[in-house]
């Protein structure tokens, strides 16, 4: 049995620029045309928490078709009537904390039992010395979560952990509340929220400070102008097909129009390291955001060992990177992810246990995982705990015809890829 992965595809809009997409044009005075958002579950939890606030967001076009919203600007933020559900979105609940937090009401934002179950003190609490007041109505350190917003003071944060949830809550705050705010990761998370306020003016100064990373806003009072936008493919998504046409035993896949965003990308030089078959090509730029086509071609694949420095750039490529590690040649060790135990899932025992169940020889470590690659066929059942990229991961090692494997909850790729596995029936022959 043979496994063909051809033709050309064009994966949906990346998700973590659609929900800052989104946001901004809420918080811009004007209307702003985006094209090619995430119609995906996610970012409809960020469109509907907008409309909660009183922002005028039709519904997001599935094709990737142009989306205007005419808005007021921040200042025009009403309180919610009720409570903000921001579903499975963590990305959702965090930045919107920031934008709330220069805003003089009060909001309650919760989520799905996934999303209660993550932390979020990590935002709450440096916003709290911006001068948000909060009132966690649950566990502490969890949604639900009540915030008062108001008038910020300046701030100066260092972030323990390199997120870009966190780092973007933060400047988010700034610009809601017109005022200065540093911060500091340990290594640079996703720059998405910094290259959409610079295309839109704000002062914004990002360097290699004390041997991690440092993002200074310096926002004006003047209200945000409207967007104008083309969201790039996501390359999360795009990441499921690479490993596809690379675990394939012939064939040639081009994936088009995908984000190359380099704080997003560390997954291409680990391939690279293991052998795989990617070329970059085409490349252009959209929204301040780098594009290119990707070329992907089968490769046999040996091991590699990751470690924290690289863990930022691919931190929710881990599930496929491990799947991809599981048909590789040796022992794939993957160290400093220990933030993947706070993902949609426990992303470390989620992997390790699926792995294991369908007769991969895996282990979970402290901070990360081992892969022990085999050319057996694998067969058993995947429980993805309602975490999409679980599925999706597993999905790809499912396709590959020597394989029988069972997903118990194929709908949750809907959270970031709808359509996912039509498309992935239809390149595979
Ligand atoms: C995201 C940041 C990352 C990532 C998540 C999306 C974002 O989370 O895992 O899927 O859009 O800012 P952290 O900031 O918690 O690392």
Request: proline share 6%.
């Amino acid at each position: 049995m043979k496994l063909s992965v051809t033709g050309e595809l064009r994966v949906p809009g990346d998700k973590s620029i659609t929900h800052r997409a989104l946001m901004l044009a809420a918080a811009a005075k004007g209307e702003s045309r985006l094209a090619g958002l995430l119609s995906g579950a996610d970012c409809q939890s960020t469109a509907s928490a907008l409309r909660a606030l009183g922002c005028a967001v039709s519904p997001i076009p599935a094709d990737g078709g142009e989306l205007r919203i005419g808005s007021a600007g921040l200042e025009e933020w009403r309180a919610p009537a009720g409570w903000i559900d921001c579903g499975n979105s963590g990305t959702t609940a965090r930045l919107l904390l920031g934008l709330l937090a220069g805003r003089p009401f009060s909001a309650t934002l919760t989520g799905d039992a996934s999303l209660r179950g993550r932390p979020m003190r990590r935002v709450s609490q440096p916003l709290a010395e911006m001068g948000a007041r909060f009132h966690e109505r649950g566990e502490a350190d969890r949604l639900p979560l009540t915030i008062h917003g108001g008038v910020l003071r300046n701030h100066e944060h260092r972030s323990e952990m390199a997120s870009a949830q966190v780092k973007s809550a933060m400047l988010l705050a700034g610009v809601s509340g017109a005022v200065p705010v540093r911060v500091h990761e340990p290594i640079q998370s996703r720059d998405h929220t910094e290259r959409l306020l610079r295309s839109l003016g704000v002062e914004l100064l990002q360097e290699a400070s004390d041997g991690g990373w440092m993002v200074a806003l310096n926002p004006s009072t003047e209200t945000l102008p409207p967007l104008d936008l083309q969201v790039p493919g996501d390359f999360s998504s795009a990441a499921f097909f690479i490993a596809l046409a690379t675990l394939a035993s012939a064939g040639d896949l081009c994936i088009r129009g995908a984000g190359v965003n380099p704080t997003r990308t560390g997954l291409l030089p680990v391939l690279g390291r293991m052998g795989a078959n990617v070329a970059v090509t085409n490349l252009d730029e959209h929204g301040g955001e780098p594009t290119a086509d990707l070329l992907v071609r089968p490769a046999a694949l040996r091991a590699a060992n990751v470690g924290a420095a690289e863990i930022p750039s691919l931190i929710d490529e881990v599930p496929v990177l491990a799947v991809m590690a599981a048909r590789a040649d040796g022992d794939t060790i993957i160290t400093g992810a220990a933030e993947l135990r706070l993902k949609e899932s426990d992303r470390l025992y989620t992997i390790v246990r699926n792995l294991r169940a369908i007769g991969v020889d895996a282990e979970e470590l402290p901070d990360g995982l081992a892969v022990r690659g085999t050319g057996r066929p694998l067969v058993g059942a995947v429980e993805t705990r309602g975490d999409h990229r679980i599925a999706m991961a597993f999905g790809v090692l499912a396709a590959l015809p020597e394989n029988q494997i069972e997903i118990d909850d194929a709908a949750a790729a809907g959270v970031s890829f709808p359509g996912f596995w039509e498309l992935l029936r239809r390149v595979v022959k």
